[in-house]
Structures are given as structure tokens and as C-alpha cells.
């Protein structure tokens, strides 16, 4: 049981660039977040998944998309990558609705995206 | 909306002090709180909860007890070990039409030294 696991680990970008970050879970969770970390920002959430097929924005959604067409995958892409964009990004997932633990996250270990 | 602050760090004890890192909240309804930690280079992973007023979360010695009237949720603990240094960060939750979303503040950092 590997929980939340995130590739890649870290990664280099020049300003334009793409890229896609892959979070999977094996919990077989509903649900899936993305979160990026700053210093003295806290987390704040990107965008969210309630299920397969189904994404929603969170708190700073603008230049990020998602998709969701396995349940256990959650992707995280940036089309046009900008030094705003440098930060540590999570993936976290949680149990299905009316489960006691609906409200508890289970996070990753994170990927370092630097943009230059 | 909702939101979470907690003391601004970073915090520094000696092995054996007491800890104490204050957390309020300001929420619409009726959230659950959480306290996480962050060891260097890892995710965030859950060190206690509470669900409802009066309740005390609690792990590996930390506690947290669930005040309502206060709106606070502070983490403690009797005696912080070295092997305790790590980021803390205080969220709360609120169900939203079935599920949840944390919001967050903005960690408070603990160094523990010999």
C-alpha cells in the first residue's frame, strides 16, 4: 500500500514550457485535491476532483488544469509555465462521503517545480 | 470566509520544554479542525483531530482540545523531543454537499535543540 505517490520529484522549467504532474493513490479514495506550498502562504488548493470524470477550481486556480479520467489518477498541468508558478506542489486524496474519515486528508510527498 | 491563523514562527525550545502553538479560526459553520506536521523534505501528514466542541485530538504526546467559545484549537505538548522539529500547520474542514475542503494557516515552525 504505497498511499499518495507523485512524480515527478522535482523539475526544472523555462518560462513557456509545459508540463504535467501525476498524482495516483491506491486507497481507492473519491476524492483528490491539488495544493501548491509558498513560503508563508501556507497551502492553498488549485483544483479539486469529487470523482472520475468530475474537477472543480480551488483558491488559486488561473494557469493550472486537471484531469481525473482514472479514479486513482489526479492530473496536475501547467500549458505555459511562469516563475510565478515555482513552488511545491501536493496531491492529497480522502475517503468517500459518509465515511467517518471524509474529512481527513492523506497527502504526498511533493514535487519541487522551479520555473526560470 | 473561512480561515485559520496560528502563531508565526519559528519557535524555539529545548529538548523537554512545553510547547504551546496557538491556532483560532473563523469558520461559517460547524468546521472540524486538524493539526499536520511537515518533517523536512515530506508531505504534510495528520497529527490529531477534533470533530466537535470539547473534543481533544491527540498523537504522540500532542494535544489539541476543540474550544467553540474561543474558536481555537492550540497544539501542546509536555515535553518536545529534537526528533519534533518540523512545520505545523493548524486546517479546519467544513462538508460542503458531501465533501470537504481544508483551508489551511500558515505553519508555524518548531527547532527543538539538545
Known amino acids: 500500500n504505497a498511499g499518495v505517490t507523485q512524480t515527478p520529484k522535482f523539475r526544472v522549467l523555462k518560462t513557456g514550457q509545459s508540463m504535467t504532474l501525476l498524482c495516483a493513490q491506491d486507497?481507492?479514495?473519491?476524492?483528490m485535491y491539488w495544493y501548491r506550498q509558498d513560503p508563508g502562504m501556507g497551502l492553498r488548493l488549485i483544483h479539486y476532483?469529487?470523482?472520475?470524470?468530475?474537477?472543480a477550481k480551488g483558491e488559486v486556480p488561473d494557469g493550472y488544469n486537471v484531469s481525473r479520467l482514472k479514479k486513482q489518477n489526479f492530473l496536475l498541468g501547467l500549458e505555459s509555465a511562469a516563475p510565478s508558478q515555482t513552488s511545491v506542489y501536493f496531491c492529497?486524496?480522502?475517503?468517500?462521503?459518509?465515511?467517518?474519515?471524509?474529512?481527513?486528508?492523506?497527502f504526498g510527498p511533493g514535487t519541487r517545480l522551479t520555473v526560470l | 470566509g473561512d480561515s485559520v491563523t496560528q502563531m508565526e514562527g519559528p519557535v524555539t525550545l529545548s529538548e523537554e520544554a512545553f510547547l504551546t502553538i496557538n491556532c483560532t479560526y473563523t469558520?461559517?459553520?460547524?468546521?472540524?479542525l486538524f493539526w499536520y506536521v511537515q518533517y523536512p523534505g515530506e508531505g504534510l501528514q495528520l497529527l490529531l483531530k477534533?470533530?466537535?466542541?470539547?473534543d481533544k485530538g491527540s498523537n504522540k504526546g500532542f494535544e489539541a482540545t476543540y474550544r467553540k467559545e474561543t474558536t481555537s484549537f492550540h497544539l501542546e505538548k509536555g515535553s518536545v523531543q529534537v526528533s519534533d522539529s518540523a512545520v505545523y500547520f493548524c486546517?479546519?474542514?467544513?462538508?460542503?454537499?458531501?465533501?470537504?475542503?481544508?483551508?489551511f494557516g500558515k505553519g508555524t515552525m518548531l527547532l527543538v535543540s539538545p
Open positions: 477534533a470533530t466537535k466542541a470539547d
Open positions: 486507497m481507492n479514495h473519491e476524492y
Open positions: 476532483s469529487v470523482g472520475e470524470g468530475t474537477t
Open positions: 492529497a486524496s480522502s475517503p468517500p462521503a459518509r465515511t467517518a474519515s471524509t474529512d481527513t486528508q492523506y
Open positions: 469558520a461559517t459553520g460547524y468546521p472540524s
Open positions: 486546517a479546519l474542514s467544513l462538508l460542503d454537499s458531501g465533501y470537504s475542503t481544508l483551508t
